[in-house]
């Protein structure tokens, strides 16, 4: 066990901030200001992969890496739609994920939000409207914002959260 | 294994050959046989330790041409047959229970008939569209008129455990967590797994029928999104397949700088992965650094080739973007750091007894069961199955470098994590060689469609193993049938396999370890 921390502390380096991105933290300062005021200092979000190719859910990943650390700005990701403010939901919605999609939407209690993240969500995208593909997202639930890109940086899905919250605030 | 070999041996068997060819699917030798005889056939592949690899139907004027791919030491093979309309196929899954899900799905989306098969439930196929109606049949439009909202899946008939304190638990398709849709059902006593059942599908969207009528850049971009995460290796095979098509080769330094992305790809998704596995059984440490990494890695993706995980930059004929003569310099200097810090990293946590104890022996595939599943990749890799496209059916630039390929028994949720960790390392040496020998040049030749309908096979070793890829062009030039094999057809079902007996605490860890691509296999 020693070894192990000795391990750590000798690695320090690996732990250190990472570089600065002032872009970012020009977003995050002005997310973390609307979710102070408007959402008692909480904004949660239940993401719901509807048919993504799952290009998407990287970058949504992404979000929680040391990099972005989106909890900093009190937005927190969270298993139940029950407990969501936010539905944040990628792909073409599949014809065999719209019945679930629709229930999830149903389970996050009023007042909710949806945003549609990456193209395929937004318009249908590479696989539009199909048999198999219901297409953009506001085909099966109303949407509040969308945020194109395929799939959107994480920068572009912080920039459209941030969208978001000044409309909804 | 010699073709001549199963060829021999199939005449032994009384089999009656129509007909070989070497060329028409290279670097494959095609094998027809006579459709009462395809059963036969798998079993003379199987005496002879053959690994089935993939199944795919193409509908044709008078009834339907079915294709399996088979594999043994780097040769492949493809039998094929025609079935005539109203005719069965005799069905390979008593055989190969490898082939369960795949002629599942030619039968629910071709309508291909299969004699003896021994689950006669859809796969592919949920509520969507009824058990009569084969979307990919040509005269099934691509948009049906009036389709109203499509209910649920409720009555699919899982398989039921019964007996006293059996609990069953039912999981999706729309998970706790970021991450994409699928249903497991679980029977379990008290903690324990006695029985994990897939249902998957939800992510379906028509991706084979989506390609038909597509150019080759079309069916590039489509094939890049088969796998979001597999974006450069699935659209490596789709054009690999079209090239070989259409009789085009790619300049030289077009196919090292596909290498390059696809030894990016492979490095970022396994740093992402082995972060998520101990983060899953609460060594956050892992995950905090880790994805420090490949954050860093693909923002440097994105500055060498314009896109974080590297979307479209494979097209026929070669790749859309240069790499720059600094970029090189740097990107090796990269992947050295990277590999020394990763090392650094794994060994702090092969010196963690507790996390040992966590992934040690849980989820254990036997190399047996892996060898009967023909599980890929670092599954298959993990269980004693030592195959890598890029070494032991090398394609270019892999004919030329010495490819590594790590591979254990234990076969555990550790040693899964392990394989990855020695891919980072060995994908990072033939980023520093590919680089090295980088030949200049351009990296594009001019695409032109074959003056007559042809095809082309394509065998890239992805990320999470080898992927096939079929493509059939009509005289004019479009895509007339598209079948990508993503890996994770043949580790999906290991899962199921891998999860009996473990506590259903360590599903997602299990879960994590395999990462089969969800997207990639429904289609
Ligand atoms: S927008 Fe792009 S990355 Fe996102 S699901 Fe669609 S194809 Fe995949």
């Known amino acids: ?169 | 294994m010699s073709v001549a070999a199963f060829i021999e041996a199939c005449r032994a068997a009384g089999l009656g050959l129509l007909g070989t060819d070497s060329d028409a699917l290279r670097p494959a030798t095609t094998v027809d046989v006579a459709a009462p005889d395809w059963a036969a056939a798998a079993r003379v592949a199987r005496a002879l330790d053959l690994r089935w690899a993939a199944l795919w139907a193409d509908e044709v004027a008078d009834g339907l041409r079915v294709h399996c791919c088979l594999e043994g030491g780097g040769r492949y093979l493809v039998l094929r047959t025609h079935v005539a309309e109203g005719e069965a196929l005799p069905s390979h899954t008593p055989i190969y229970p490898a082939a369960d899900r795949p002629e599942r799905h030619a039968r629910d989306l071709l309508g291909l008939q299969l004699a003896d098969h021994p689950d006669p439930r859809r796969w592919t196929r949920h509520a969507a569209w009824p058990a009569e109606v084969h979307p990919l049949r040509g005269d099934r439009p691509l948009r049906p008129e009036g389709l109203g909202p499509t209910p649920t899946d409720h009555h699919y008939p899982f398989v039921q455990a019964e007996g006293r304190g059996i609990v069953e638990i039912p999981v999706g398709p729309v998970h706790a967590g970021i991450i994409e849709p699928g249903h497991f059902r679980f029977q379990a006593v008290g903690e324990i797994v006695l029985n994990l059942e897939e249902r998957l599908g939800y992510v379906h969207k028509g991706i084979e029928k989506l390609a038909v009528g597509r150019d080759a850049e079309g069916l590039a971009r489509l094939a890049g999104r088969v796998s979001g995460d597999s974006t450069v290796a699935h659209a490596w095979a789709a054009c690999q397949a079209l090239e070989r098509a259409a009789g085009i080769e790619p300049p030289p330094r077009a196919i090292w700088l596909r290498a390059l992305m696809a030894e990016r790809e492979r490095i970022a998704n396994h740093l992402g992965d082995i972060g998520a596995i101990c983060n899953d059984v609460g060594f956050a440490f892992a995950q905090y650094q880790l994805t420090r990494l490949k954050e860093a890695w693909v923002r440097a993706s994105a500055a060498a080739f314009g896109h974080r995980l590297m979307m479209d930059r494979v097209v026929p004929g070669g790749v859309a973007v240069d790499l720059a003569a600094e970029a090189g310099a740097v990107m090796a200097a990269q992947a050295r750091a990277l590999a020394e810090e990763v090392a650094a990293i794994v060994a702090i946590l092969e010196d963690s007894e507790s996390l040992e104890d966590r992934l040690m022996t849980t989820g254990r595939l036997a190399p047996e069961q892996a060898r009967l599943l023909g599980a890929v990749g670092y599954v298959g890799k993990a269980s004693g199955q030592a195959f890598d496209v890029r070494r032991d059916a090398p394609y270019a630039p892999y004919d030329r470098l010495p490819v590594e390929v790590p591979c254990y028994r234990a076969g555990d949720v550790a040693a899964r994590a392990k394989i990855r960790a020695d891919e980072i390392g060995i994908s990072a040496r033939l980023i520093a060689a590919l680089l090295e020998t980088l030949p200049d040049g351009p990296v594009r030749a001019p695409w032109r469609s074959p003056p007559a309908p042809a095809e082309g096979l394509g065998i890239i070793e992805g990320w999470r193993g080898e992927i096939i890829t079929y493509v059939r062009l009509d005289r004019e030039g479009r895509v007339a049938r598209f079948f990508p094999r993503d890996p994770s057809w043949l580790t999906w079902p290991a899962l199921e396999l891998l999860l009996q007996g473990n506590i259903v605490p360590d599903f997602p860890v299990c879960n994590k370890s395999v990462n089969g691509s969800y997207s990639g296999q429904d289609l």
């Not at chain 1, 799952?54 to 992404?62: Q, S, V």
């Open chain 1, 1 to 169: 066990m020693l070894r192990l921390f000795g391990k750590i502390l000798r690695t320090g380096i690996v732990t250190e901030a990472p570089p600065r991105d002032d872009e970012i933290a020009a977003l995050g300062a002005e997310v973390k200001g609307l979710v102070q005021r408007h959402f008692g200092g909480s904004l949660a979000i239940r993401e719901v992969d509807a048919g993504s190719c799952n290009g998407c859910e990287l970058e949504i990943h992404a979000l929680n890496n040391p990099y972005y650390d989106l909890e900093r700005y009190g937005v927190h990701f969270v298993a139940s739609p029950r407990h969501a403010d936010v539905l944040l939901v990628t792909g073409p919605v599949s014809r065999h994920m719209e019945a679930a999609l629709r229930r999830t939407w149903e389970a996050v209690p009023a007042p909710k939000w949806v945003i549609a993240a990456g193209q395929c969500a937004c318009d249908g995208g590479e696989f539009g409207v199909s048999y198999a593909s219901c297409g953009a997202v506001e085909n099966v639930i109303p949407v509040d914002v969308r945020i194109p890109g395929c799939p959107p940086t994480p920068r572009d899905l912080l920039a459209g959260i941030l969208a978001l919250m000044r409309r909804a605030a």
